[in-house]
């Protein structure tokens, strides 16, 4: 008579460790499946959001500080009005640069040689500038100077290092260019909020 070993053969407990073993590493897969899917829509839709509706924009250089500084993370919030005092976002040679919209279309400018603006004759009360921030600045337009049509006259707040439509090298910014106003802070944490 021949003997047959059955210790070849799993117990039914070996087999009912091995089924768990496959149905978690099953549903390890698909919960990990599942998990990427996710980060890949939401990665999308904030790529989109980010590009479309709020570009996010970091500050380089000096000309908007002291209420913006370098290195600053802004969100920007894509709009198609701006009303004077409204910090925004526009492209000029490639670059994007960030001032304040001081008058509108039509709108005629006046600066003195302490730096005090007016717009349409009246003065311009600027309670964003700190104390002693007020210049001429790098100024080579004929004053008082009269807005074009559909543009717009911005300065920075930094007034005696910015370079903005007191110069004919940037000038006034024209709607096209605009992409949108500065609504908050988000880097450095010290500075988070809503931008004035």
């Known amino acids: 008579m021949t003997e047959v070993e059955y210790s070849a053969f799993p117990t039914s407990g070996q087999v009912e460790a091995e089924l768990n073993r496959v149905k978690y590493k099953n549903r390890y897969h698909s919960v990990l499946r599942s998990t990427v899917f996710t980060l890949l829509v ?7 959001i980010a590009t479309l509706w709020m570009p996010v924009l970091r500050i380089y250089g000096e000309s908007m500080s002291p209420t ?15 009303k004077e005092g409204s910090i925004v976002a ?13 008058a509108g279309p039509g709108d005629w400018v006046d600066i003195d040689e302490d730096g005090n603006v007016y717009v349409n004759n009246v003065f311009l009360e600027e309670s964003y500038l700190p104390d002693g921030a007020k210049a001429l600045g790098d100024t080579n337009i004929t004053l008082p100077y009269q807005v074009p049509d559909g543009k717009y006259f911005v300065m920075g707040d930094n007034r005696d290092v910015s370079v903005d439509s007191r110069n004919t090298a940037v000038g006034c910014v024209s709607e096209e260019q605009l992409i949108g106003r500065l609504a908050w802070t988000v880097w450095p944490f010290t500075s988070f909020g809503k931008i004035h």
């Open 68 to 82: 913006l500084t370098d290195g600053s993370i802004v969100v920007t919030l894509k709009t198609s009005s701006f």
């Open 42 to 48: 939401v990665a999308a839709i904030a790529v989109l």
């Open 90 to 102: 526009f492209y000029y040679n490639n670059k994007v640069l960030v001032k304040r919209v001081i």
